[in-house]
């Protein structure tokens, strides 16, 4: 009887194991899946004329291609500084004003969880309603900004944790202040780091819609005159095309992004690589 | 000396005020989005009446005499996060336990690179992957009344898009609970199978229930995948193959093509969201509070 029980209970556990193991490629497959279709949809599709030409008959995704280009450097021009600067003050002055941190972590986690469409209104009342900028790339710009400056501060905050405390002794002891220490030993020390978090938070801006659907106008067909001009983005010419009868322009354009954002991450990882083979040997 | 001294001191002040105004910044940004929102929303809600708003059934603002009730969207909302949370935990923890214990070691870690890369995929491109390959697969071969669209589509490609994060969030909780607790199982004559799954899994509970909470957030929150393939209709929802329209779907439906009070009704949706995720958020950090200390009280 006691054995029947334990020969069910080691039956149900390994059950359970087979369970975990088709889990496993259940998640694989439907992950791959999704790029496979993707790719197969949409490489027939993609030519000189889509990415190239002229917005006529048939949809390009030249002004996309710009848009995203202004978006990119509008919101990592202002984040990065921002982001860095915010994550020297939370490592490098933790014995002072504590209650400040602690607000500053409160927020920027609070930040990190706020949907992005709750961005797209914010951007949509300020820049668009209050400052009468109208549909622009610039506020766009500015609303993703902020959006992924949590990313920005989290990350860099671990790059700096990770230089180890023994380094910023020495130079305070060879007499060196704390800013010329932040300067020259410390960032230094995490500029591979630092540049991996930028490279992702390129990504999570090219990958990002439903702030910009609020922001920039979603105007596919007209090349964007300036930062101050309505424009439209990878992203959303996915959504246009595929939501308004272009479905084929969609999957070539998906294909485009995709490739785009795997080679963004690809190109962090590597770096990150580098980074630690080259701090195992340093530090 | 003393000039070059208080030069040195000047600057050490200013670069700190600098840095003070960089960390100060996200605490300005998140206050003015508070701020923004409740002020912009509170004369459509004074007007229109909170109880009315949240618990009304019809939503039509072209009529003469518009009604803005999002019940139906509230539900709608609740429905795909719930499914899509219940199908990408269940398979993204066993995903995470397969990959902690019951799969060939040597592959552990190519396949948790490729995960992390598929995290970084649009949430546009999951929803055309719905839009173009879900969506007519169930409208031919499951749903019974002939339309794809609905919340079974929105969960099936939202679920694709949380797993990712469940599968490294209970991985990483899985890893770090003590090797001590699956060697003292195994050597009280447990399996390894059951050793897992009745020690390893309940003693990482806390980091994994943070990884649902964190899912259930990015579900709630997510409008691009889900405007693709819900249909879009503001009506209440009765079966899982039905144009419905989600709390997120609303608001960027809406938006490209209102003016007046109906765009501060959407703003209204915003907030409704807004506080339903700072719910969410506030609850994740006290679960990610306790499972810290646990983990502290664990090493001592």
Known sequence: ?283 | MNKAYSFIRARESFMKAIFIFCAVFSVFALLSICAFLFISAFPFFAKTGVFQFLFGTKWDITSATPSYGILPMIIASLYVTALSTVIGVTIGLLTAVSLYKFCNKKIVNNIKQLINLLAGIPSVIYGLFGLIIVVPFLRDNVSSNGVGYGILAASIVLSIMILPTVVSVSYDALCAVPSSYFEGSLALGATNEQAVFKVMVPAAKSGILAGVVLAIGRAIGETMAVIMVIGGSPVMPKGIFQSVRTLTANIAMGATELTGEAVNALIATGVVLFVFTLILNISFSLLKNRGEEKNAKRKT
Request: one cysteine or more.
């Open chain 1, 1 to 283: 009887m006691q054995n029947a029980k334990h020969k069910r209970q080691i039956f149900k556990y390994a059950l359970y194991k087979r369970l975990s193991q088709a889990s496993l490629v259940v998640s694989l497959l439907s992950l791959l899946a999704l790029v496979i279709f993707i790719v197969i949809r949409g490489l027939p599709y993609v030519n000189f004329q889509l990415i190239f030409g002229d917005y006529g008959a048939e949809p390009t995704i030249k002004p996309a291609l710009v848009g995203t280009l202004y978006l990119v450097l509008i919101s990592v021009l202002i984040s990065a500084p921002i982001g860095i600067g915010s994550a020297i003050f939370l490592t490098e002055y933790t014995n002072t004003k504590s209650k400040i941190i602690r607000w500053v972590r409160v927020a920027t986690e609070t930040l990190a969880g706020i949907p992005s469409i709750v961005y797209g209104i914010f951007g949509y009342l300020v820049f668009v309603v209050a400052l009468g900028f109208k549909y622009s790339l610039l506020g766009g710009g500015i609303t993703l900004a902020i959006m992924i400056l949590p990313l920005i501060v989290r990350s860099t905050e671990e790059n700096l944790l990770a230089v180890p405390k023994s380094f910023r002794e020495g130079s305070f002891a060879l007499g060196a202040s704390k800013v010329r220490t932040i300067f020259t030993v410390v960032l230094p020390c995490a500029v591979s780091g630092i540049v991996t978090s930028l490279i992702l938070a390129i990504g999570r801006v090219i990958s990002e819609s439903a702030v910009l659907i609020l922001t920039i106008g979603m105007v596919v067909d007209k090349m964007p005159q300036g930062v101050s001009s309505p424009g439209t983005s990878l992203a959303l010419d996915v959504y246009y095309f595929g939501s308004f009868g272009y479905p084929e322009q969609a999957s070539a354009t998906a294909l485009v992004l995709l490739i785009l954002v795997l080679a963004i991450n690809i190109i962090a990882t590597v770096i990150g690589k580098k980074l630690n083979k080259f701090s195992g040997g340093r530090l």
